[in-house]
């Protein structure tokens, strides 16, 4: 079980690494996922990506593991109004599957409570 959970780490790490890179790489959709509500898209979207990639690597030492993983139980909360906004305006936004965009959410409950089983070590 303890290499299972270490092993579940390391995913969870690689997971917000990439998905923080990808931020940077490709704004675009990130972009147009952003509520008309909140300032400074870009500034937002830069700074979640970055967030996502901190976050990741302060999950890598042990040192650091329950900082890291509060902050991504936090940012997880922080960015599902953005993921429920994709949600109710897909057609305008990406035409994806209704599955996909409205599945997208209660993943948001299972990634807290994989980077909630982090805080604790």
Request: net charge positive; aromatic share 14%; proline share 7%.
């Amino acid at each position: 079980m303890a290499r299972l959970k270490s092993l579940g780490l390391y995913v969870l790490a690689i997971v917000f690494v990439g998905a923080g890179l990808l931020h940077f790489l490709m704004p675009e959709p990130y972009l147009r996922i952003m509520p008309p509500y909140l300032p400074a898209h870009l500034l937002l979207v830069y700074a979640s990506g970055a967030a996502e990639i901190g976050l990741g690597f302060l999950l890598l030492p042990k040192r650091t593991r329950r900082w890291g993983a509060w902050g991504l139980v936090a940012l997880l909360i922080a960015v599902f109004p953005a993921n429920l906004y994709m949600a109710q305006h897909n057609e305008a936004l990406f035409q994806l599957p209704a599955w996909a965009v409205w599945g997208r959410l209660p993943l948001q409950g299972v990634l807290i409570w994989w980077a909630w089983q982090y805080t604790r070590l």
